[in-house]
């Protein structure tokens, strides 16, 4: 069946600009996971969303950046007013929701901040 | 502060020479533990979860054991598709709704 799906995979844009990144998930996970890997850092925790419930937005670094999950589904990362240090491999995940159901990783958009 | 401390940084084996991987992690109660492969430009690709000290799980050619301080990926007789960075990361009992990676360990198998 299909993964996790990101679009678009690379983005470079000025600094400055405000950017989107989508994320479709796996059909039928109710749980859906932002991430952001740096060169030689970890992947760092940014959002999570579990169906209807209050998104837990704690590891957003910034007021700068936001995300929403519309109708269940698709989710978009916005980063408003980018800086440099945005750039990284941004990486979305889902799972079917219960805690102990592991997350399965898309293949990540790569943003490039000039 | 939760932590996952993954070595070596990069492992080099020549095809058919076994090893292992070490994951050390403190974390305020461990929820699950779970490895991942991530090939070059793709996404991590799930390959176990670990919940109690002493469980192991196995998948071909790999093994994964769990302590309470430390998790190992044993690789027996591996083969150049075995090459990955391979992921460690745990999910904390007080906040299941992330993981905390670490670093990884960039695994070369030559022939």
């Known amino acids: 069946g299909a993964g996790v799906s990101q679009s678009p995979s690379n983005k470079v844009t000025e600094k400055g600009k405000d950017v989107e990144l989508r994320c479709d998930p796996i059909?039928?996970?109710?749980?859906l996971y932002w991430y952001r890997q740096s060169l030689g850092q970890g992947l760092e925790f940014l959002i999570y969303?579990?169906?209807?419930?209050?998104?837990?937005k704690s590891g957003l670094p910034s007021d700068r950046f936001s995300a929403e999950r519309t109708g269940g589904s698709v989710s978009t990362l916005t980063i408003q007013r980018t800086e440099q240090r945005d750039s990284a491999m941004y990486r979305c995940?889902?799972?079917?929701?219960?805690?102990?159901?592991?997350?399965?990783f898309g293949d990540g958009t790569r943003l490039s901040i000039l | 502060e939760d932590q996952v401390t993954q070595s070596p940084e990069a492992l080099r084996l020549q095809e058919g020479e076994s090893s292992s991987l070490n994951c050390s992690y403190t974390?305020?109660?461990?929820?699950?533990l779970f490895w991942y492969r991530q090939d070059p430009g793709k996404g991590p690709e799930f390959l176990f979860t670990?919940?109690?000290a002493g469980e192991e799980k196995e998948k071909e050619r790999l093994k994964a054991t769990l302590t309470k301080k430390e998790s190992f990926l044993h690789i027996t007789a591996p083969k150049p598709e075995d090459s990955a960075t391979y992921l460690c990361a745990v999910q904390a009992a007080y906040n299941t709704d992330k993981l905390i990676f670490g670093t990884g360990t960039r695994l070369q198998v030559f022939p």
């Open positions: 974390v305020s109660g461990l929820r699950g």
């Open positions: 995940a889902s799972s079917q929701g219960d805690y102990n159901q592991p997350q399965h």
């Open positions: 969303f579990q169906g209807n419930s209050a998104p837990d």
């Open positions: 059909s039928g996970h109710t749980a």
């Open positions: 670990l919940y109690s």
